[in-house]
C-alpha cells in the first residue's frame, strides 16, 4: 500500500529534509521516518517532493512512502492522530491518503511554490525572528518587483545555484514572481515555479535584497541571470524566512488520491 502525506515543520531545528550528517540535528524525513517505524512495526523508505535546507520550514511538503499492510486498518484508525505522540510540536502531519501505484511526491510534482518573509524595521521583533528575515531598513517594495519580472519565464539560473545537488540541467521555468506588502513593516515574496536548483530562491531574494540596497536597475539582475556566474550574484538570505508552501500535482492524479 501506498501512503501519501502532507507535512508541515518548522525547520528551525533540522540540518534539512534530507538525511544528513550533520551533528545532532536530525533531518525531518528522519525523524519521520523513525515516528512511521514505530507505528507500522517495520522499515520504512520515504520520498520527498524535493529538499529544504537546513533552517527553511515547509507549510505543506509532501512526501510517500509503501508499507506491508491493508488498507482496511484506516477504517478505525487515523495515522495522523496516531503519529501525533511520536512526533515533536515541530512537525505536523496535515493530511493522508492512499495514492496509486504511479504516484511519487518527487516525479510526480509539477511545479511549487515558495514564500519568503521579511520584517523591514530599525528594531527586531523577538515573534517574528524565527520565521522571517530581519532588514533595519526600509525596502523599496517597486523596485523589488521591477527585479521579480526579470525572472519570470524559462531561464538559466545556474548563477543562483549553489553547489552540493547534481542535476541534468540548471534551466528553470518560473511562472509567478511577485513581492506583497503584508503590512508597513512586513513583505512577502512569492514564488512559483516547475521546479528549483538548490538554494535558488534565497540567492534570488539575496541578490534582489542586495540590489535594492545599491538601487540598481533591473538590468543588473538580467546581467547576473545571464552571467551563468554563482559569483556574480548576492549572498544568500537566511534560511528562517523561506517556506515551501504549495507542491503541485497534476489534476488527474490528485483524484485518484483517496484522503483518509
Not at 43 to 60: C, E, F, N, P
Not at 69 to 75: A, G, L, M, P, S
Not at 225 to 231: E, I, N, S, V, Y
Request: with cysteine.
Amino acid at each position: 500500500m501506498k501512503i501519501r502525506m502532507e507535512v508541515a515543520y518548522k525547520g528551525t531545528d533540522f540540518c534539512g529534509w534530507q538525511r544528513q550528517n550533520h551533528g545532532e540535528l536530525k533531518s525531518v524525513s528522519h525523524v519521520l521516518q523513525e515516528a512511521l517505524e514505530k507505528v507500522f512495526q517495520q522499515k520504512i523508505k520515504m520520498y520527498g517532493s524535493g529538499r529544504t535546507d537546513a533552517g527553511v520550514h515547509a507549510l505543506a511538503q509532501h512526501c510517500h512512502f509503501t508499507v506491508e499492510k491493508d488498507e482496511n486498518i484506516f477504517k478505525t484508525w487515523d495515522l495522523a492522530w496516531a503519529m501525533k505522540s511520536l512526533l515533536p510540536d515541530t512537525i505536523t502531519v496535515r493530511k493522508v491518503w492512499i495514492a496509486p501505484h504511479d504516484f511519487h511526491s518527487t516525479l510526480s510534482a509539477i511545479g511549487k511554490t515558495y514564500k519568503y518573509f521579511i520584517y523591514s524595521n530599525p528594531r527586531s521583533n523577538p515573534f517574528l525572528r524565527p520565521h522571517s528575515h530581519w532588514v533595519r531598513f526600509p525596502l523599496d517594495i517597486n523596485l523589488l518587483n521591477q527585479y521579480a519580472e526579470v525572472i519570470i519565464g524559462e531561464h538559466d539560473f545556474k548563477s543562483f545555484q549553489s553547489v552540493g545537488t547534481e542535476v541534468a540541467h540548471t534551466r528553470r521555468k518560473i511562472m509567478k514572481a511577485r513581492w506583497i506588502l503584508k503590512s508597513p513593516k512586513e513583505l512577502e515574496f512569492s514564488v512559483t515555479g516547475s521546479g528549483f536548483l538548490k538554494q535558488m530562491v534565497r540567492n534570488l531574494v539575496g541578490t534582489m535584497l542586495m540590489l535594492e540596497k545599491e538601487k540598481a536597475s533591473p538590468d543588473k539582475l538580467k546581467e547576473i541571470l545571464k552571467a551563468l556566474d554563482r559569483k556574480k550574484a548576492g549572498a544568500p538570505a537566511p534560511p528562517e524566512g523561506l517556506f515551501l508552501w504549495k507542491v503541485y500535482y497534476p489534476r488527474e492524479l490528485d483524484n485518484r488520491c483517496r484522503e483518509l
